[in-house]
């Protein structure tokens, strides 16, 4: 265990969109052209230093990683509710925690 500790290793690790400018900051510190975000938003005007750098490179910002699977739609098994699933249901409503039931014996 460690007595100092940063978060910075942990963050990392969430920053799994990664986008990297096509124009001639690439080659500029610290950055190099690479811009790494927990969340799938792509570098736009909105972001603060947006303005400095259209001035300053003009480059354009291509997705180079996401995380694996990102995006593909999780294939679900259709099933058809029969009957009994339908009353399975019914019976978990009516003997839940705020069932009719439990909610007349507090009234």
Not at 16 to 25: D, L
Not at 45 to 56: G, L, S
Request: glycine letters at 8%.
């Amino acid at each position: 265990m460690q007595v100092y500790h940063t978060f910075h290793d942990e963050v990392d690790q969430y920053r799994q969109h990664w986008w990297r400018c096509s124009g001639p900051c690439q080659n500029r510190k610290p950055f190099f052209g690479y811009v790494k975000r927990a969340m799938n938003r792509a570098p736009s005007e909105r972001d603060p230093w947006w303005n400095d750098h259209k001035r300053t490179c003009n480059g354009t910002y291509i997705k180079i990683k996401e995380p694996e699977g990102y995006g593909k739609k999780k294939s679900k098994e259709k099933s058809d509710k029969t009957g009994q699933e339908k009353i399975h249901k019914k019976e978990k409503l009516e003997t839940g925690l705020f069932s009719k039931k439990r909610l007349g014996q507090y009234i």
